[in-house]
């Protein structure tokens, strides 16, 4: 082939390319019933996209409130005293009083690993995860282990070792108990 089909033929192929393309573009998308999506906010939709690690939630601790909530793609709903909760994402978050800050994530969904382990798991799963145990309550079913500068608490039914919540606080609570 002469060096002068080979140029006319990227021609026609671009030009087939380009018609093709237009013609996708000029067709119309089929209405539907379902209501438009509403668009999320940049930080919702940035946190949204984030993976479901223990990382993306540690990062809420010392959040106020407001920021906190620009970050999910739901409506909180009050709980407790100082606390919100996040239904669909399995989140609970309680604040200083004195500060606004957020003190206390406690997580519930299932979809979030915890370095290998997850929610529903037994609770050797999270002791081979993170390791050192720093206070072991057997009878009452929770025990921590240190996360970088938090307490990471882990609950679990004491009768069969399966994990239920984890909890990331800047210190465990006045009695050690949940909140």
Known sequence: MSPGLKGGSKIVIAAVLSAVIVSACASEVPETNAPAPQPASET?????????N??????????????IEAMFDETSEG???????????GIRIWFDEAHGRAVHVM?????????GARIGDSEQAFEDAFEKVIDNHPGSGYKDYGYEDLVLRLYYDAASGKTEAVSLMLEPPEGGGEQ
């Open 44 to 52: 919702a939709a940035f946190f949204s996209s984030m993976s479901e």
């Open 79 to 89: 709980i407790n005293d100082s606390g919100i909760e996040f239904k669909h994402s």
């Open 54 to 67: 223990v990382e993306k939630y540690r990062v809420l601790i010392g959040l106020k409130q407001s920021r």
């Open 107 to 115: 997580i519930l969904s299932k979809d979030v690993d915890f370095n």
